[in-house]
């Protein structure tokens, strides 16, 4: 245990070494971007140690792993975000621990979403997805939802009992016009966000950049990055 604390806390002191030269590039205060540690696949046990280290926000994507790591980890002061995308019959699972749900991107996801909240009593933060490789669909390879699409969709969380509407949220596409230059796509995104505060000044989160291209999104304007393989190393391989 004491040789992955060392481990994670080097790691982590790397990736805060990177935001913080990304923040004073682009005129930034450190203080405006927070980290989030994708803990996808790793152990509770991860999560104590990285708490103990200072982290305060950490994200999932998959209910079946989320949901007993969550409970394991309840005494502990995180933010738990839920990044992967989310199938309605999950949302009552999810909501039960998650604090912010960064995949919104469908009207029927919110209504579960608002009708669990209400029932458990709690508010949940949502993050509109967007796709900025949205075909005809109107949707994107991973999840999310077209820019055309978005403001109709924050209308829809802003307005549902149980939910608030947190910001937008994208993943760096690989497919489309954006597919190899994320910072185009994180500087879209920022201004899809100029255009959300207009109606919904409140709505002021904007999630974008990973591992390998959180600088990208910090450059862009982003808020919040999530960090997963940086912090925690390359995950095991499943199945």
Request: proline share 3%; charged share 25%; glycine share 10%.
């Amino acid at each position: 245990m004491t040789d992955r604390k060392t481990e994670l806390a080097a790691n982590l002191a790397k990736v805060e070494e990177r935001i913080t030269a990304a923040c004073t590039a682009a005129g930034r205060a450190r203080e405006e971007v927070t980290l989030i540690v994708v803990t996808k696949t790793y152990p509770a046990s991860d999560v104590r140690i990285l708490s103990g280290l200072g982290v305060r926000h950490v994200a999932e994507n998959r209910d079946q792993d989320a949901a007993p790591k969550a409970a394991a980890c309840a005494d502990l002061p995180l933010t738990w975000h839920f990044v992967g995308q989310l199938q309605t019959n999950k949302v009552r699972s999810v909501v039960g621990y998650a604090d912010v749900v960064q995949s919104v991107d469908r009207s029927r996801l919110v209504t579960a979403l608002s009708k669990e909240a209400v029932r458990t009593g709690r508010e949940v933060g949502c993050l509109v997805q967007v796709a900025l490789d949205a075909g005809a669909s109107g949707r994107g390879e991973r999840g999310g939802v077209a820019p055309a699409g978005i403001e109709e969709l924050a209308d829809l969380v802003a307005g549902a009992p149980g939910l608030r509407l947190d910001g937008l949220m994208t993943v760096a596409p690989l497919t489309g016009e954006y597919a190899g230059r994320e910072q185009a796509a994180f500087e879209r995104l920022m201004d899809l966000s100029t255009d959300l505060r207009r109606a919904h000044p409140a709505a002021t989160m904007v999630s974008a950049g990973m591992s390998a291209d959180l600088e990208q999104a910090v450059a862009a304007g982003a808020t919040h990055v999530r960090v997963g393989t940086a912090v925690l190393g390359v995950r095991p391989r499943l199945g």
